[in-house]
Every structure is written in C-alpha cells, then in structure tokens.
DNA sequence: TCGTTAACCTAACGGCGTCAACCTAGGGAG
DNA sequence: CTCCCTAGGTTGACGCCGTTAGGTTAACGA
C-alpha cells in the first residue's frame, strides 16, 4: 500500500477509475504476469480499500482488460504510419511493426489475444489496426503483386505475424536462433507467400518442376533494394 | 464427488495418480477451460480427499501439465505418419495435421503452448514433432525447391501454422470466413513463402516488376495436382 | 497376533474475488 | 450558520482457493 488517498471531490469520483488503472499499469509493468493484478494488490497501490475497485469495474477480468486495451491505441497508429512507396514494402513495414508491438508490451498482448474469455472478442483497436492492415494487402492486389480477397489475405498474413509474436511471448526458453532475424524471416515468408500462394491455387507441379521454375524466377530477379518486405 | 474411491492395495499406491489425471482429463474436456480443474475438483471427481492430490503431484501447475501433456505423445504419431511422395506435399500435410491437432485439443493446446509458465519451455513431445517438420523441410531443401538452413525454415513455418492455430482458438468469437479455407490458405502461404521467401534475400524488385515476374511464374505452371501444400 | 508403514484423511491457515451494510465529508437549501 | 442529502468511499464477512502439518487406518510380513 503507498498511501491513504484523499477522497475525491463531489463530481470527481470517475479520478479514482484513472488511479486505479495506473495502479493496475504499474503492477503489470513492474511483475510482468497478470498473476500479480489483484483486486487487493491494486486497491492498496492506489491507497483505496478493497471494495473500492468495484465502484468502476464491475469485476476483476473488467479491470484487466481495461488496463490491457490502454496500450492498444498505439498499435493503431503504429501501423498507421508505417508508410512506404511501394505497397508491398509497406505491408513488410505493418507486419514488422505488429510484432515489435506484441513484443513490447507482452503482458497485455497475451491477455487480450492469448486468452479466450477476456474482453469477449477482439478489442476494437486491434480490429482498427486489422482495417490498416486489409488496406495495405489491397494495396498490393491493385499493384498485381498479390491476388485474392484483400480481407482473407489479410487474416493470414495477421495469422503469421501472431505466431511468431505469440511464440516468442509464450516460449521465452525456447533456444531461439536470432529474434530478429527470426522476425524478418517470417515476414519475407508470409508476404511471398501471399504474392505466390493463392495464385497456384489448384495447380500443384511436382517438385523436381516447382523448383526450376522458383530458379528461373530468381534468376530473372537481380535488382537490389536495401529494405526487404 | 463420484463415489468413495477404495484404498489401494500396499505396493499400488501409484493407481491414484493416474485416477486422478483421468478425473482432471475428464472435468477439461467437460467444462472447456482449465478454471474448472481445482485441486479440490479433481480430487472429489476422484473420490479422494483434497490433499490426497499433493502425494502424486507437487503443486496444481504440476498436475495441469500433466493432464495436458497426455494427449501430445498423438501429436508426434500423428505429424510422423504424415506421408506422401512429394516433398512439399508431405510439409503440407504436416502443417495442416499440427493445425488439426491443436484445434481438437485446444485447451491443452493453450496451456502448453499460450501460457508462459506451465511446462518450464515446449513439451518433449512438441520437440519431437518439430524434429519431424525439420525433415519434412530438408527433403524440401534437398529437392531443390527450398533454401537456406532447415531449422530456421522449419521454425518460420511451425509459427505460422501456430499463428493459426492459436487465433482460432484463442478468438472463437471472431467472424472467421470459413475455417477450413482459411487454415488452407495459411498452409498455402507459409510453403511457398518458404519456398520463395528466402530465394528473394536481398534482392527486392519494386511492385511493378515482382508483379509481373509472378505472371510469368504463374503462366509457366499449368499442371494440376488434386493435392495442395 | 502384532508391529510396521504405505496410503490416505482431518483440520486449519492465509489469500483470493465479491457483496451487503455502514460511514462521512462537502456542497446546496433554508 | 445549520441541517441534510448524497457522492464517495470503508468495514466486515462469506465462500472458495491452494497448500501444509499432523493424525488415522488397513494391508502385509514375521
């Protein structure tokens, strides 16, 4: 407990709800686990009784996913402004930028997209966030690089980008070869992948076939771009 | 609480534990969540008294890990025995078995996988599968239609097939278009991304230009294969 | 028959989320 | 200035949780 707060004034009661979710911010911060976010352990941070929390959150998984969705507004306009003149640079830029943001906010990032009850779905911002990026495949599908509803590419590629987050939020011990070149590979991966993979869909060449093909494309590729997708 | 469960005879005091993980198996698969299984839970399930539970398992993590340890030895059989003549095939299979299997276990699927804590690092039994999908990818390699090292690759493509089953798991409640279609085409992706992805290292042609080099590529290819990756 | 000991139970502790009931300070009405 | 009403809290308690210490019972060998 740090100290006794001082009641709020007459109209100023919603002060405590702020209080209390800088309370709640630090202990996530601080511990790194949901675990250490008790409704006790935020109540006393906040110099506040107890049963105080329930005057703004009607339960103790409100307060979490409240605390959890006040960095989600970053996300958005992180992949916002991830701007770039070729589309398809752009959406490597999206996908980079989703993953340093799971990856720089962790404890929030697996409560919301890691745990099937709190928040009742994906939060709004992330579904914001998800807009920007079915805008960038779009983008992509008009310059003919990619081929396909723009909304189902998009949820692949935001498939991708979660599990490499994912695991690496989850799987801390795992042996992991280099984090960011991990990152850059997946990315490269998914986005080839959505250039190339929906347009052999039902045609399928062995691979003896599939391969030269894949060498005479490289072979007809040699410029050189210093950013990768 | 089922019945008064007998006292074991003097050398099988080892009976209860394995009665006590079929109770725990069965309140997960009937409740859907592991906030069901309590110690108290799972020993009445049992016919046992509470603490009976700390003389085969050390703390609750220990007796949940358990519990979902027991379904992954079927994850190895079944990644392993995924067959085909072709290379890349074979890697598709895998990937949509992996996808499979975690979807018709997910609550284990999650506490292995999506939690931080539980296991201390991946199950044995994921590893193994992983070393099964590191062959998959070589003979990919191999046969000339991937590049670079196997591990990495193989790494790249268990996370996309996790991104996907994790969000499915994880975001019951999202409008996904069709499932299937949708663990399809991230299957898709993820093989020709890994088989484009890393040949294109350096090297990235503006929009215009990869564009039209994927026409090429796609006008080459006309066979058709009932099977896809 | 009896003692040993493996197998299990009883009782309890502290912490948790949550609720019902109570208090209290501070601004407006008279 | 006084009173009172209500916004903004607090006190105390309930039931459930994981976990521990110490007691009890029954199957076997001698």
């Known amino acids: ?14 002060l405590l709800r702020e209080e209390l979710l800088r309370a709640a911010e630090e202990l996530l ?41 006040r ?9 916002a402004e991830c701007r770039d003149p070729d589309p398809f640079l752009r959406l490597g830029r999206c996908g980079r930028a989703y993953i340093r943001f799971a990856l720089d906010h962790p404890v929030q990032y697996r409560v919301l997209m890691m745990t099937p009850s709190a928040g009742e779905g994906v ?41 490499c987050a994912a695991l690496l939020i989850a799987q801390p011990s795992f042996p992991w070869p280099d984090r960011d070149a991990m990152i850059d590979l997946i990315v490269r991966i998914s986005g080839f992948g959505a ?3 929906p347009r052999m869909a039902g045609a399928l060449p062995p691979s003896r076939e599939l391969a030269a093909a894949l060498d005479a494309f490289e072979a007809r590729l040699g410029g050189q771009l210093p950013e990768r997708p």
Not at 3 to 13: L, M, S
């Open 1 to 14: 407990m740090t100290e006794k707060r001082v009641r709020a004034r007459r109209g100023d009661g919603a």
């Open 29 to 69: 911060d601080e511990t790194g686990t949901e675990e250490a976010l008790t409704v006790r352990a935020v109540a006393a941070r906040a110099g506040v009784s107890t049963p105080s929390v329930y005057l703004h959150f009607a339960d103790k998984e409100e307060l979490l996913e409240a605390v959890c969705l």
């Open 71 to 79: 960095v989600w507004d970053e996300l958005g306009r992180l992949v």
């Open 123 to 163: 939060p709004p911002a992330a579904q914001a966030c998800f807009g920007y990026m079915v805008d960038a495949v779009r983008a992509c599908v008009e310059a003919g690089v990619m081929r396909g509803e723009p909304e189902r590419l998009a949820l692949a590629l935001w498939s991708a980008a979660h599990g």
């Open 195 to 197: 250039a190339l993979g």
